[in-house]
């Protein structure tokens, strides 16, 4: 969690130390695999549900509403097995080869059904964003902008069918240290599984259902846009201190839309192994440790200035804190 011959302001290191014993290392396997699995299922029956109500919903109320719906359910589940898995903790085991692979098999199977390489995008690429977040081999560096340009990119994704598969591959290899977060096997078992569910949800629920699901798709692109923008948006990118790129964004109903505490982002950065159940007490307890300044400055209670690119990175009083405490 700490970049090999970076220097740091002394309290950065505490607050990676005041994580520890919620590592998920430090969780009982049965208790922690129980909170997850359980969640896991919950969300499931939410697909089932919202599809079920398309077989009795006007199509008019339902098609807009419930792609919506499956677009949050469907962000749900990816943060909840990819992300976390990601990070070798969607499920754990005592044994390390089958704790490997009790979170590779269904982070494959999840990042899959929605056009993403798992193994180079997140088990390899999200372990790089930790570590050098923003800087050029950073493949998850492209869903951080806001204002206008955020706007636009969410409409793109909610309005234009298909648009996510040319931002995830042409247009993001384009880029000065782009890369896709698909391949041709990626993209072809996609649109395979798609293909079977949607020709199977229109036989047997009706086609109000299989066009609502599809929309959902583009929902889940936009949305992750939305969070991308609140986790590493604006000048963020520009802070040196790789840690003081990433904000924390507390707002009512965020549990919902932003649910397993993925907006709890400046902790998460700091110690990447803490389970998101206990995110919040990990940062009660950095309240002793970082300076008020800073977490005034990481910890932001106005979403909507975020993703209008109006809250910079560390103010001066911060900036000047950071520097006098650098070890």
């Given at each position: 969690m700490v970049s090999h011959g970076a220097r740091h302001p002394a309290f950065i290191y505490d607050a990676i130390r005041a994580g520890q014993p919620y590592h998920y290392r430090n969780k009982r396997p049965l208790v922690h695999n129980a909170i997850n699995g359980a969640c896991l299922l919950g969300l499931l029956a939410g697909l089932l549900l919202t599809a079920w109500l398309g077989t009795w919903v006007s199509p008019l109320v339902y098609?807009?509403?419930a792609a919506f719906a499956f677009g949050l359910l469907y962000f749900s589940i990816f943060i909840l097995v990819v992300h976390e898995a990601s990070h070798g903790m969607f499920l754990i085991a005592?044994?390390?080869?089958?704790?490997t692979w009790i979170n590779r098999v269904p982070g494959w199977m999840v990042a899959t059904v929605f056009a993403t390489h798992y193994g180079k995008h997140w088990e390899q690429g999200h372990l790089e964003h930790h570590v050098r977040p923003l800087e050029t081999n950073d493949p998850q560096q492209f869903n951080?902008?806001?204002?206008?340009?955020?706007?636009?990119?969410?409409?793109?994704?909610?309005?234009?069918?298909?648009w996510l598969f040319l931002e995830r591959t042409v247009f993001r290899t384009k880029r000065a240290g782009g890369k896709s977060s698909s391949s041709k096997g990626v993209i072809i078992a996609?649109?395979?599984?798609?293909?079977?569910?949607?020709?199977?949800?229109?036989?047997?629920?009706?086609?109000?259902v299989a066009i609502a699901a599809f929309l959902g798709i583009h929902v889940l692109t936009a949305w992750n846009l939305v969070k991308g923008a609140l986790e590493h948006g604006g000048s963020l990118r520009d802070e040196p201190d790789p840690f003081f790129r990433s904000r924390t964004t507390l707002f009512f109903g965020r549990r919902l839309l932003m649910p397993f505490n993925i907006t709890l982002h400046f902790e998460h950065h700091l110690n990447f192994c803490v389970p998101w159940y206990d995110l919040p007490r990990y940062q009660r307890d950095l309240r002793s440790i970082v300076p008020p300044s800073v977490t005034r400055d990481m910890i932001n209670p106005d979403p909507w200035r975020q993703l209008a690119g109006r809250l910079g990175g560390l103010s001066r009083e911060s900036a000047q804190l950071v520097s006098a405490r650098t070890a």
């Open positions: 098609v807009p509403l005592g044994n390390r080869r089958l704790h951080c902008e806001v204002g206008r340009t955020l706007a636009v990119g969410v409409a793109r994704n909610v309005f234009i069918p298909g996609f649109v395979v599984i798609w293909a079977l569910g949607l020709t199977l949800a229109t036989r047997w629920l009706g086609a109000p």
